[in-house]
């Protein structure tokens, strides 16, 4: 049954894009969508919101094992009585199931594009004033990779070109055009990154600023994070 309870009604929603509910709740969802339209716009939410990062994470087979230790643990788990109160709130574990989701996500997406284990850095890159992930940079001891999670195309005749900006500086330093398959690749890691520093992407001609100052409206920005 659909949950008349718009907080109950967004997790739900967001479960059911992660793909954590069990066949028939999966299927009571995907009906109820045509006719349901706050449900509707709740699943569009969670989809803008995490199927760009699962597009950055190619399919993968977990090592052997895996699932029969999942399946023991879980086993352990149901002989156990469960604890009153607080810690069987239904509300609670859906909030749970949806956040170690979401965090299993990020993880992937960080696995995903970070070039080697090491001290490092991520940042997320959106348009000024909204909220969905357009980029996403990864970096260690060995680079910075740059990559477009969403469709971001250039202006015709126009490149995308990345900047960084350290708090304190004079001015923006430019990091290189990026390339027109969405995918920044520098190595060694450009030594003006580190926690803290702003990551921008304006719009220049073709070949990058000729002022080695941004030109063009700068469309995506981003706070580079150490992890």
Do not use: C
Request: a negative charge; proline letters at 11%; zero cysteines.
């Amino acid at each position: 049954m659909i949950p008349e309870n718009p907080d109950e009604l967004h997790v739900l929603a967001g479960e059911y894009v992660l793909g954590v509910l069990d066949e028939a709740e999966a299927s009571e969802i995907a009906g109820a969508l045509a006719s349901h339209s706050e449900l509707r716009r709740a699943v569009m939410f969670w989809e803008e919101q995490l199927h760009p990062l699962a597009e950055l994470a190619g399919p993968t087979t977990p090592p052997p094992g895996t699932w029969e230790a999942i399946e023991a643990r879980i086993a352990g788990q149901a002989l156990r009585a469960p604890a009153p109160g607080f810690w069987n709130n239904l509300a609670l574990w859906r909030w749970s199931t949806a956040g170690l989701a979401a965090a299993a996500a990020s993880l992937a997406l960080w696995i995903a594009v970070a070039p080697a284990p090491g001290p490092s850095f991520v940042a997320v890159l959106r348009p000024p004033q909204q909220d969905q992930a357009s980029w996403v940079a990864a970096a260690d001891r060995s680079g910075l990779v740059v990559r477009a999670v969403s469709a971001a195309a250039a202006p015709n005749e126009r490149v995308f070109e990345l900047w960084a900006i350290v708090p304190g500086a004079a001015r923006p330093r430019s990091l290189g055009v990026i390339p027109a398959n969405g995918e920044l690749k520098l190595s060694p890691l450009p030594p003006d990154l580190r926690d803290g520093v702003t990551l921008a992407i304006s719009v220049e001609p073709l070949g990058g600023s000729p002022t080695q100052q941004p030109t063009g409206p700068v469309v995506f920005v981003g706070i580079v994070t150490a992890v």
